[in-house]
């Protein structure tokens, strides 16, 4: 897969095109990109995503701006995963924000990228002030040379797909219904730090990941599925968030303690699937209780873990 930082002045060659912001990858997102490498391959044609980065509302609303669902290099392995040949990573500024639509339309998709088919959401805005829509896009797609489609919204069990509906199933805990809009297990990925190796000390040596999200869609204490570890995936017991009985920094951490594996992480790069939300976070008077709550955590992980595996698999 190429990816392009930037949007480049000489195109690559003529491409299928999709344009979003692809925060988490869900279902509806992976069926539009399905579509999109479908029409490519009918068209002969490489199939490919414009995307943005920052997201648009971090430049124009930083305290008001979504959590990020995915961090880009997961992005990109996920569009990667789903087929995706060239991505286009423009940079969202003043100065992106301020084209025209038309700008937008032709410059931007028709000469710069290349594009012979667009394919966007059904809700899709662009130009300066979001004064183009589906109808605009299609107009302007005659004039400069493409074919514009939009596709329809995806639901789940009656529920849209959508990166707000993975946003709110996270943050209350649900993270059934997140795996199910997400069509897998909610996934963090990162390379294993040094920490302060207090889980050492207590008996309960984690994995520090270090973690790009500034704002995590969840906190809590997890069952996890961790992936890269060893050969197969492993049952992990995972802390994401601030640590309030050991650290006052208010950073935010995600420690992994895998009960089942023994050795050095150091700078392996680990997948931790959260498959179950055992409790909020808590502060604790001192580490006694803290090492007891833990162990209950950890038999409360073996027990779910347990019978997750022994359920047959949709």
């Known amino acids: 897969m190429q990816v392009f930082r930037g949007v480049p002045f000489h195109q690559a060659g003529p491409c299928a095109l999709t344009i979003g912001n692809f925060d988490g990858l869900h279902r509806g997102h992976r069926a539009m990109l399905d579509r999109l490498v479908a029409e490519a391959r009918r068209a002969n044609l490489p199939p490919a995503v414009l995307t943005f980065e920052p997201h648009p509302r971090e430049l124009f609303t930083p305290d008001a701006a979504p959590a990020r669902l995915s961090s880009l290099r997961e992005k990109l392995e996920l569009l990667r995963d789903a087929g995706i040949a060239r991505v286009y990573l423009a940079h969202f500024n003043r100065g992106f924000a301020s084209l025209t639509a038309e700008a937008f339309a032709g410059e931007i998709v028709a000469r710069q990228i290349g594009a012979r088919y667009v394919l966007v959401g059904d809700d899709f805005r662009f130009g300066k002030g979001r004064a183009g829509d589906n109808s605009l896009l299609a107009t302007y797609g005659q004039q400069f040379g493409y074919l514009a489609e939009a596709m329809p919204e995806i639901a789940v069990d009656g529920r849209r797909a959508s990166s707000t509906a993975v946003r709110e199933a996270l943050g209350s805990g649900d993270l059934a219904l997140a795996e199910q809009l997400l069509g897998r297990p909610y996934r963090i990925s990162g390379r294993v730090v040094h920490g302060a190796k207090l889980g050492r000390q207590i008996g309960f040596p984690t994995a520090n990941i270090q973690v790009k999200h500034n704002r995590p869609p969840l906190t809590g204490i997890f069952v996890t599925e961790v992936h890269g570890a060893a050969d197969q995936p492993l049952l992990g017991a995972a802390s994401l968030g601030k640590r309030p009985t050991v650290?006052?920094?208010?950073?935010?951490?995600?420690?992994?303690?895998?009960?089942?594996?023994?050795?050095?992480?150091?700078?392996?790069?680990?997948?931790?699937?959260?498959?179950?939300?055992?409790?909020?976070?808590?502060?604790?008077?001192g580490l006694e209780p803290l090492i007891a709550q833990i162990k209950l955590d950890v038999e409360n992980a073996r027990a779910f873990y347990r019978?997750?595996?022994?359920?047959?698999?949709?």
Do not use: N, T
């Open 247 to 285: 650290d006052d920094s208010g950073r935010i951490a995600l420690e992994v303690y895998l009960p089942d594996f023994s050795g050095d992480l150091y700078g392996r790069h680990l997948q931790v699937d959260f498959l179950h939300k055992l409790r909020d976070e808590a502060k604790y008077d």
């Open 307 to 314: 019978e997750r595996i022994s359920l047959p698999r949709p």
